[in-house]
C-alpha cells in the first residue's frame, strides 16, 4: 500500500527553472520535482550539503489545476550614477582621483552628493591594487547588462509525493506548514500564498489526483468540474513515458548534480465524490 501527500502550490508569481542562465531565467510551465523536493529539504532545515536519497525516493505528480500566464521581467543591471560613499574613497584611490576635483572644491558635509557615471555593479576581476595594497576590482566600467526573467503568473498546481511510509509523509507536511527555513516557489521573489499541505490519501498519485476537487482561482471563484492535465512519474518502459531531466541527486554546491526520470502525460477525470481543499490565507 502506499499513500500520496497533496501539496498546494500557489503565489501571485511562480517561477520553475529548468535551463537558466545569467542573462535569460525560464520558467518551467510546471513545478519540476527538483524544485519540489528543493522545498521540501528547506522545510527539513537540511543544509545543501546534507544527502537527498530519502526525498528523492518519493514519487511525484503534479497536476496544473490554473496554469497560469507567462510573465516577462525586463531586467537591467549596472551602469547609471550613484552617490558615492566616504569608503568608496578610502578604499579605491582610484574612484577618489575620479571626483578630486568635485571633493576639494566641496565644504561641510557633502558626502552623497559626489557622483560618478558608469561605475555602479557589482565588482568584477577582484585582485590586489599595486598602489594601495587593497583589494579592488579591475574592471571599471559598468554598462549595462539586460537580462530577462520569466514566471507564472497566478497558477496554481497540485503537486503529490507518492510513498509507502504514511508516517514519513506525515513528517514532510508538516515540515511545510511549520519550515525551518524560509520556502518560495522556485525564487526567493515567490513566497507561496496560504496552505501548502494538503491530505494524505492511500493509494497512487493517479487516484489521489482524481479524489481532490480544482483548486479555487487567485480571485477565490470556485471551480467548475475540469479534466486538468497532470505529468506523473512511472517507469522507464511505461508505454508513452517519457524522459525528463530533473531527478535531484545532490543539491551541494560544489557538485550540484540532476539524472533522467521519466513520466507520463494524462488528462485527471475528477471523482464526483472528490473532497474539497482546506486552505488557510
Known amino acids: 500500500m502506499t499513500h500520496v501527500l497533496l501539496l498546494r502550490l500557489a503565489a501571485p508569481l511562480q517561477s520553475w527553472g529548468a535551463v537558466s542562465r545569467f542573462s535569460r531565467r525560464d520558467s518551467h510551465s510546471r513545478p519540476t520535482k527538483s524544485a519540489v523536493v528543493g522545498l521540501c529539504a528547506a522545510a527539513l532545515g537540511r543544509d545543501r550539503t546534507e544527502p537527498i536519497d530519502d526525498l528523492a525516493a518519493l514519487e511525484f505528480g503534479v497536476r496544473a489545476d490554473h496554469p497560469g500566464t507567462p510573465v516577462r521581467d525586463y531586467h537591467s543591471v549596472g551602469a547609471g550614477r550613484y552617490p558615492l560613499r566616504p569608503r568608496d574613497l578610502i578604499t579605491d584611490h582610484r574612484r577618489a582621483a575620479a571626483v578630486s576635483a568635485s571633493t576639494d572644491a566641496a565644504t561641510g558635509d557633502t558626502f552623497g552628493h559626489h557622483e560618478l557615471a558608469g561605475w555602479y555593479g557589482a565588482p568584477k576581476k577582484i ?155
Do not use: M
Open 127 to 281: 585582485a590586489t591594487d599595486p598602489v594601495s595594497g587593497g583589494l579592488v576590482s579591475g574592471e571599471l566600467s559598468r554598462t549595462a547588462l539586460i537580462t530577462e526573467r520569466w514566471y507564472l503568473s497566478d497558477a496554481a498546481f497540485v503537486v503529490g509525493l507518492q510513498h509507502a511510509d504514511e508516517a514519513w509523509l506525515a513528517e514532510i507536511a508538516h515540515a511545510l506548514e511549520h519550515p525551518l527555513q524560509l520556502l518560495w516557489l522556485g525564487r526567493k521573489s515567490c513566497p507561496p500564498s496560504g496552505t501548502i499541505a494538503g491530505d494524505i490519501l492511500p493509494g497512487t498519485l493517479s487516484e489521489a489526483f482524481a479524489a481532490k476537487q480544482l483548486l479555487p482561482r487567485q480571485d477565490d471563484v470556485v471551480p467548475g468540474p475540469g479534466r486538468p492535465w497532470a505529468w506523473i512519474q512511472t517507469p522507464a518502459d511505461d508505454p508513452g513515458a517519457s524522459p525528463v531531466n530533473d531527478q535531484p541527486v545532490s543539491f551541494h554546491p560544489a557538485r550540484r548534480a540532476h539524472t533522467t526520470r521519466w513520466e507520463i502525460r494524462t488528462r485527471v477525470a475528477i471523482a464526483p465524490t472528490a473532497t474539497e481543499w482546506n486552505i488557510f490565507h
